[in-house]
């Protein structure tokens, strides 16, 4: 039998992290776009084997074991990790015939009575043909506890017969779109080739959701977004969960056309992260689906922590346009189920968004154009990695709109700091996507204070 080539071409990463314990993950792919073999392995199960240790260097290894990669699941290998300390770095790898891969950093949640400060930073709208992903390299060397990733992981997209500048900074594995269980692997394959990429999955655990185009540009509920057949939907729906699943480091595997992305992930009594699905459960003018609203709103009315943190994909609060109607692809086009989210909304709300590759800071009031309303939280709108923004008059925006306090189209991510005092979001910018080595910068800092945003002086 020939020798395995490089077998860790993918990278590591780790995610779902619990007090005592986080998921790592890896998929074996010598040949990453294979356009036959997934990942160019033979159709057959491997044994991994797996070890994390307290420092860097693996002279105090703490866990280890074997692990399966299974043909059916892409040779993919999730690894639940138990027993662990909470609030501590840890240090991972994988190795399989001979081969070793590159060593990732986790960290596990804090305590339940913690009140230690978290950092985490949130990122969302990664397109690969529209520029480098430069900011993600930034994200990774601030090391953070967590990493939120809000959606649009990758872009279902084939290539346009005449691509406008700025959308063709670098070629995809295919010219076709994905809509077959093969061709969305390889295209997470050709995402997960990226260095940038897999230094910020190496550098910190991460907890994703899916939005639309991990699936289908605005799908929504059983509805493809395109008058198309809901049956043959829910096939290709079925086969973007799958790949979706066998390259993120998630608990639950998806069952056929469905995945649970809703969550509770807890940092002691500073945040709850509470991420939910605006996707797979829309329904008539319902955002969330009863099941999952119950869900959520039962969370937020008995949350003890400081700040309750709503991490979801599409935008919250209100935005109007100068010349257009509302986003019916957004909470603007399910202001019931709005509504319904912010009655059980306790002191310190803190929603975060992505989808609309602008960033934004908005106050959540009760009256949204009166600045004397009631304020009931705040939403931190990030920007995207790559893809591209449309045209958009910002002054335009900022005058129809008194809640929104800050908007910028430049690309990057988030990054935050809660403590049991305040809740700090900083922008971060990079100053080009279309050649790697952008520099990044903080453009805008906010706190929150009574459920106000304050603008922090730079």
Same mark, same amino acid.
């Given at each position: 039998?020939?020798?395995?080539?490089?077998?860790?071409?993918?990278? %590591?990463?780790?995610?779902?992290?619990?007090?005592?314990?986080?998921?790592?993950?890896?998929?074996?792919?010598?040949?990453?776009?294979?356009?036959?073999?997934?990942?160019?392995?033979?159709?057959?199960?491997?044994? #991994?084997?797996?070890?994390?240790?307290?420092?860097?260097?693996?002279?105090?290894?703490?866990?280890?074991?074997?692990?399966?990669?299974?043909?059916?699941?892409?040779?993919?290998?999730?690894?639940?990790?138990?027993?662990?300390?909470?609030?501590?770095?840890?240090?991972?790898?994988?190795?399989?015939?001979?081969?070793?891969?590159? #060593?990732?950093?986790?960290?596990?949640?804090?305590?339940?009575?913690?009140?230690?400060?978290?950092?985490?930073?949130?990122?969302?709208?990664? /397109?690969?043909?529209?520029?480098?992903?430069?900011?993600?390299?930034?994200?990774?060397?601030?090391?953070?506890?967590?990493?939120?990733? *809000?959606?649009?992981?990758?872009?279902?997209?084939?290539?346009?017969?005449?691509?406008?500048?700025?959308?063709?900074?670098?070629?995809?594995?295919?010219? $076709?779109?994905?809509?077959?269980?093969?061709?969305? /692997?390889?295209?997470?394959? /050709?995402?997960?080739?990226?260095?940038? *990429?897999?230094?910020?999955?190496?550098?910190?655990?991460?907890?994703?959701?899916?939005?639309?185009?991990?699936?289908?540009?605005?799908? $929504?509920?059983?509805?493809?977004?395109?008058?198309?057949?809901?049956? =043959?939907?829910?096939?290709? /729906?079925?086969?973007?969960? +799958?790949?979706?699943?066998?390259?993120?480091?998630?608990?639950?595997?998806?069952?056929?056309?469905?995945?649970?992305?809703?969550?509770?992930?807890?940092?002691?009594?500073?945040? &709850?992260?509470?991420?939910? &699905?605006?996707?797979?459960?829309?329904?008539?003018?319902?955002? *969330?689906?009863?099941?999952?609203? +119950?869900?959520?709103?039962?969370?937020?009315?008995?949350?003890?922590?400081?700040? +309750?943190?709503?991490?979801?994909? %599409?935008?919250?609060?209100?935005? +109007?346009?100068?010349?257009?109607?509302?986003? =019916?692809?957004?909470?603007?086009?399910?202001?019931?189920?709005?509504?319904?989210?912010?009655?059980?909304?306790?002191?310190? *709300?803190?929603?975060? !968004?992505?989808?609309?590759?602008?960033?934004?800071?908005?106050?959540?009031?009760?009256?949204? $154009?009166?600045?004397? @309303?009631?304020?009931?939280?705040?939403?931190?709108?990030?920007? @995207? %990695?790559? !893809?591209?923004?449309?045209?958009?008059?910002?002054?335009?925006?900022? &005058?129809?709109?008194?809640?929104?306090?800050?908007? &910028?189209?430049?690309?990057?991510?988030? @990054?935050?700091?809660?403590?049991?005092?305040?809740?700090?979001?900083?922008?971060?910018?990079?100053?080009?996507?279309?050649?790697?080595?952008?520099?990044?910068?903080?453009?805008?800092?906010?706190?929150?204070?009574?459920?106000?945003?304050?603008? #922090?002086?730079?």
């Amino acid at each position: 039998m020939a020798k395995m080539g490089y077998p860790f071409t993918l990278g %590591v990463a780790s995610g779902e992290p619990l007090p005592d314990g986080v998921i790592l993950w890896t998929r074996l792919a010598p040949e990453p776009l294979h356009p036959t073999q997934p990942g160019g392995m033979p159709n057959r199960a491997m044994t #991994v084997r797996w070890e994390l240790a307290e420092d860097e260097a693996f002279t105090r290894i703490l866990r280890s074991g074997t692990a399966p990669a299974q043909p059916d699941w892409a040779h993919s290998v999730h690894v639940r990790v138990t027993g662990l300390r909470p609030a501590a770095d840890y240090f991972y790898r994988f190795s399989v015939e001979g081969h070793v891969s590159p #060593v990732g950093r986790t960290r596990t949640a804090p305590a339940p009575d913690s009140t230690a400060p978290v950092r985490f930073c949130f990122v969302s709208c990664q /397109r690969y043909e529209h520029g480098h992903f430069t900011a993600l390299r930034h994200m990774a060397a601030e090391r953070p506890d967590l990493v939120l990733h *809000l959606g649009d992981y990758i872009y279902e997209y084939g290539k346009p017969k005449n691509p406008k500048p700025g959308r063709w900074v670098r070629p995809l594995e295919s010219a $076709a779109e994905c809509t077959t269980l093969g061709a969305y /692997r390889n295209r997470y394959a /050709r995402y997960k080739m990226d260095p940038d *990429l897999q230094a910020a999955h190496a550098a910190a655990p991460w907890v994703p959701i899916p939005d639309d185009h991990e699936v289908r540009d605005n799908w $929504a509920g059983a509805l493809p977004g395109d008058g198309g057949s809901p049956a =043959a939907f829910l096939k290709r /729906r079925a086969a973007a969960f +799958k790949a979706y699943y066998e390259h993120q480091p998630l608990r639950v595997r998806p069952s056929g056309s469905s995945l649970q992305n809703h969550r509770w992930r807890p940092y002691g009594r500073v945040a &709850d992260f509470l991420l939910t &699905d605006t996707r797979q459960y829309r329904e008539g003018r319902d955002m *969330l689906g009863a099941e999952q609203e +119950k869900w959520l709103t039962d969370r937020l009315r008995g949350s003890a922590a400081r700040w +309750k943190v709503l991490a979801q994909a %599409v935008f919250f609060s209100q935005r +109007k346009f100068p010349l257009e109607p509302v986003s =019916a692809d957004a909470w603007d086009g399910y202001p019931g189920s709005r509504s319904r989210v912010l009655a059980a909304a306790p002191d310190g *709300l803190v929603v975060l !968004s992505g989808d609309v590759h602008s960033a934004y800071a908005c106050d959540i009031r009760a009256d949204w $154009a009166d600045p004397a @309303s009631r304020a009931l939280g705040v939403e931190f709108v990030g920007p @995207s %990695v790559t !893809s591209m923004p449309g045209i958009t008059d910002a002054s335009a925006i900022l &005058d129809v709109n008194p809640h929104i306090a800050f908007f &910028d189209s430049r690309h990057g991510y988030v @990054s935050c700091a809660a403590d049991m005092e305040g809740f700090r979001a900083d922008y971060r910018a990079v100053a080009f996507v279309d050649r790697p080595g952008a520099p990044a910068t903080t453009v805008a800092g906010f706190e929150v204070k009574e459920n106000r945003l304050h603008r #922090v002086d730079l």
